[in-house]
């Protein structure tokens, strides 16, 4: 199985700074593009920020400036720095990833998803 694992959430004062981590693990021969999505309270997940393999980013217009996706393909792991959190930021985390695996060329894979709250 591939699994993509989460970390870094947690609380934090508007105007603060977090870090998620996203590694994925298991039996892959690659990843395509991985992003990180966001779901608050009663609302649909939306899309924050994406990475392709070559390292172009794309992010959501409420995060853009303030949030940073990155990627380590050594370690095939994604990163979010999140700086001027603000309180409508909180929501759960969710990484996503491409992957491509001996039973699919390319399947779609999403992290457990991680808590940030924002207080304020």
């Known amino acids: 199985q591939v699994q993509l694992v989460e970390s870094g959430g947690g609380l934090v004062q508007a105007g603060g700074s977090l870090r998620l981590s996203c590694a994925a693990s298991?039996?892959?021969?690659?990843?395509?593009?991985m992003g990180w999505y966001r779901q608050a309270p009663g609302k649909q997940r939306e899309l924050v920020a994406t990475i392709t393999t070559g390292g172009s980013t794309n992010y959501a217009d409420s995060v853009k400036g303030r949030f940073t996706i990155s990627r380590d393909n050594a370690k095939n792991a994604v990163y979010l720095q999140m700086n001027s959190l603000k309180p409508e930021d909180t929501a759960v985390y969710y990484c996503n990833a491409g992957v491509f695996t001996a039973r699919a060329p390319l399947s779609d894979y999403w992290g457990q998803g991680t808590q940030v709250t924002v207080s304020s």
């Open positions: 298991g039996r892959f021969f690659g990843i395509n593009a």
